[in-house]
């Protein structure tokens, strides 16, 4: 998005917070659309958005997540970290997460 496109999306209510808090700084059933983007507390932050979302509101998630079970080495690597593979959830546990939190 242009950076000007950007300004006039700020200036029209939008706000981001820090995504280590994983706390929103707002009363619950506040916000309309909720962006979860590669969290390592999975359970923590669906909760959270399950919690500040209007009812009706909009969640979008952009994470990975493993289909089949990847070899050990390959969940300790530097280079799986780094590409944000390693901590990837399984889709069984993540689904489970999401529902757990209320979705």
């Not at 280590?20 to 590669?38: E, K, S, T």
């Not at 990975?64 to 780094?82: E, M, Q, W």
């Amino acid at each position: 998005m242009p950076r000007k496109g950007a300004t006039k999306l700020w200036n029209s209510g939008w706000e981001k917070t820090k995504p280590a808090a994983a706390i929103i700084p707002v009363d619950g059933d506040y916000l309309r659309i909720v962006w979860i983007n590669l969290s390592s507390n999975k359970l923590r932050v669906f909760t959270e958005a399950f919690r500040v979302l209007k009812p009706g509101g909009r969640l979008m998630v952009s994470d990975i997540v493993v289909l089949k079970k990847a070899a050990g080495l390959f969940r300790v690597s530097i280079d799986a970290y780094i590409g944000c593979v390693a901590g990837a959830d399984y889709q069984n546990e993540y689904i489970k997460r999401f529902k757990t939190a209320g979705f």
